[in-house]
C-alpha cells in the first residue's frame, strides 16, 4: 500500500515532515489545527512538497533521514529531486 513523505512550512516559517498512508486526510487534520506536532508553525500551513512511495516502511525511513538532515531547504530539494511523476 503506497504511503506519502510530505513538508509543512507554517507562518512562523519552521518546517514540518510528516509521513501516512492518507496525505489528503492528515494534510486536512493538520489544517485543522488537529496535531500538537504542528501548533508550533503558527496558523497558516502549506505543504510544500509531498512524494509517494511504496510502502509506509519506505516513507518512514525517508522521513527520519529527512529529519536528520535537520536542514529544511535540503529535505524540500531532496525531496523534489526524488520526485516520481504522478
Known sequence: MEAWVYILRGSSGRHYIGSTRDVERRLREHGR???????????????????????????????????????????????????SPD
Open 33 to 83: 489545527n488537529r496535531c500538537h506536532t504542528t501548533s508550533r508553525l503558527g496558523g497558516d500551513m502549506v505543504c510544500v512538497v509531498k512524494n509517494r512511495y511504496v510502502s509506509l516502511a519506505e516513507a518512514r525511513a525517508v522521513e527520519r533521514r529527512l529529519k536528520r538532515m535537520k536542514n529544511p531547504k535540503a529535505a524540500i530539494a531532496f525531496l523534489e529531486a526524488t520526485s
